[in-house]
T-cell receptor, first 115, second 116 residues
Framework: DTAVSQTPKYLVTQMGNDKSIKCEQN?????MYWYKQDSKKFLKIMFS???????INETVPNRFSPKSPDKAHLNLHINSLELGDSAVYFC??????????????FGDGTRLSIL | AQKVTQAQTEISVVEKEDVTLDCVYE???????LFWYKQPPSGELVFLIR??????QNEISGRYSWNFQKSTSSFNFTITASQVVDSAVYFC?????????????FGKGITLSVRP
């Protein structure tokens, strides 16, 4: 029944490794997002996809690469992890890019810790 | 450019007190949308309410109420008779109308602690 699910919930890894976070939504939404929440709880958008098309790409290092195999999935791959990547990453979805009045629904977050 | 300011960073109250969380926004758009989200200690982000810029009616939902005032660009959130379960980080957010780079801008959040 989970609307937006992301895995894993926790990710502990060493600097320099490559890791992926998966996200799936079963709401039938067209638009999906990745947000980063830092240690001060500040939420910042990283990417947005609408029906598999990249529509928002904030100033995120190239080490971060989103992939959307279909509109229900948006995965985030991170290469060469750095200490500063430690954060909580949230996946979200909303109806579509033409409905900003519709709320975004968030996953439970993935807490990434870099050792 | 859009901006959301939540000037209060941390608020601590005793159970049953009323508490108001402030939100001030900036936008050049005439149509926009405001949201409040709750992030409890368990970490998930929960949608609470949406308000359209052309609808200034205040809203009440149980112990929660929202006061939207375009004249002061504010969208404040009041919890009446607070409870320990209200302890969370509360985010105010602003969305522009649909557009190529339309995105949600969050405030920095207010950490509310309700003590028994």
């Amino acid at each position: 029944d989970t609307a937006v699910s992301q895995t894993p919930k926790y990710l502990v890894t060493q600097m320099g490794n490559d890791k992926s976070i998966k996200c799936e939504q079963n709401l039938g939404h067209d638009t999906m997002y990745w947000y980063k929440q830092d240690s001060k709880k500040f939420l910042k958008i990283m990417f947005s996809y609408n029906n598999k098309e990249l529509i928002i790409n904030e100033t995120v290092p190239n080490r971060f690469s989103p992939k959307s195999p279909d509109k229900a999935h948006l995965n985030l791959h991170i290469n060469s992890l750095e200490l500063g990547d430690s954060a909580v990453y949230f996946c979200a979805s909303s109806q579509d890019r033409f409905s900003p009045h519709q709320p975004q629904h968030f996953g439970d977050g993935t807490r990434l810790s870099i050792l | 450019a859009q901006k959301v300011t939540q000037a209060q960073t941390e608020i601590s109250v005793v159970e049953k007190e009323d508490v108001t969380l402030d939100c001030v926004y900036e936008t050049r758009d005439t149509t926009y949308y405001l949201f409040w989200y709750k992030q409890p200690p368990s970490g998930e982000l929960v949608f609470l309410i949406r308000r359209n810029s052309f609808d200034e009616q205040n809203e009440i939902s149980g112990r929660y109420s929202w006061n939207f005032q375009k004249s002061t660009s504010s969208f404040n959130f009041t919890i009446t008779a607070s409870q320990v379960v209200d302890s969370a980080v509360y985010f105010c957010a602003l969305s522009p109308p649909a557009g190529a780079n339309s995105k949600l801008t969050f405030g920095k959040g207010i950490t509310l602690s309700v003590r028994p």
